[in-house]
């Protein structure tokens, strides 16, 4: 949905703590923002389930490794 130019919010609907770690900003797709995400990864799953090319990556922010 998101690579074809849809308005996709599944990751935005699924978060636990939408409009806190999840956003969406006018005239725009959703936001994380990261001072407030716990790295649950609910959104990567959501976002998963919907597109084939999944959108949303969980990086450690302490490795800057992409987590699965």
Known sequence: LAWA???CQVCYLA???RDQAMMMLPGGGPT???????GCGICVDA???????ETI?????TTSRVTT
């Open 32 to 38: 994380v923002v990261t001072s407030v995400c716990d």
């Open 15 to 17: 978060c636990p703590k």
């Open 5 to 7: 130019g849809t308005d």
């Open 57 to 61: 990556q969980l990086v450690d922010s």
């Open 47 to 53: 976002c998963r389930a919907v597109n084939d090319l």
